[in-house]
Structures are given as C-alpha cells and as structure tokens.
C-alpha cells in the first residue's frame, strides 16, 4: 500500500476502522510523538502489531509535541513523523492529533488492544479505563533499554 494511502484525518480514520471491524479485524492501537526514529519504536511497532490484524498509530501534531516535551520539540514536523511511519510495513494507519494526550481519538476508534511502551503501566495508559469497559485488553509492551528521543536529541546536541 502507498504510504500516503495510510495516513488518515482524525475525521476519516473511524469509518475504515468500521471497514476493517465489518471484516473481523483486531484492532490495535498506540501512539506518540515518533519523534526520531530508532530501533526501540521499530522493534515496539512490530510487537504492537503482532498482536492483532491492523496497527493504528496515533501521533501527536507539531503544536502538541512542543505542548509536552518543550520548546525544542518536536525535531522532525508531522509531514516527516507520519510519512516514516506510514512507509513501516507493521503500520496499517497513521493518524494526526492535536490534543495533549489521545483520549478522544481512541474513543473513536474503539480499538480492540490499547498499547504503550513498556515504561508505561496499563493503568497509567490514557484511554486504558474506555478501553478495558469496551471489553478490550491493555498492554505495556518490552521496552527496549538505551534507546530514546530524549537520548538521541542529546547526543546530537553533545556532538556539536
């Protein structure tokens, strides 16, 4: 599939969810800013979607990324994040959000698995209580040690 073909508006995304559900797919679903992509969210990804028939990425907008991690963030604009992420072979859908976390975008989605990282516990997953009384499952998945963002931006930073 074309990358440009798996990137979906907040608005478009829930209608090919029903598709995928009218056919008996698991949905799962994660997010994030995806800022610079490393082996710890490719590794992730691929677990996530291991988990069930179609991935479905949340990530966060420009305007969000700077709201949460600072002035400084994001590295890479939306077009970048979600493009990288679309062309990943784990990755069914991209969607852009603007709020600070995703509550409303999995309200409207509906996904059958809700995951995060493994630096995050299932209860401390937003969206995980809609989730859970929806009959779906949450997940903390393997985090991959060394590998982050925040590590990256600082050896960038270091090597100046």
Not at 24 to 41: A, E, Q, R, S, Y
Not at 103 to 130: C, N, T
Request: hydrophobic share 40%; with cysteine; net charge negative.
């Amino acid at each position: 599939m074309a990358i440009a073909n798996k990137i979906f508006s907040f608005k478009d995304a829930p209608s090919k969810i029903r598709e995928w559900k009218a056919d008996h797919k698991k949905i799962v679903f994660t997010n994030g800013c995806f800022d610079l992509i490393h082996i710890g969210h490719v590794l992730y990804l691929e677990e996530a979607r291991s988990l069930g028939d179609i991935l479905v990425i949340g990530v966060n907008s420009d305007g969000s990324v700077s709201r949460l991690k600072g002035p400084n963030r994001p590295i890479q604009d939306a077009y970048n994040r979600t493009h990288i992420l679309a062309a990943m072979e784990s990755v069914d859908m991209v969607i852009l959000f603007d709020a600070d976390d995703p509550l409303e975008l999995i309200q409207a989605i509906k996904p059958d698995i809700l995951v995060k990282g493994g630096d995050w516990r299932p209860d401390q997953i937003v969206g995980s209580d809609f989730v859970l009384k929806e009959g779906g499952n949450v997940m903390s998945l393997r985090f991959v040690e060394g590998y982050s963002t925040t590590n990256l931006e600082q050896k960038i930073k270091n090597s100046k």
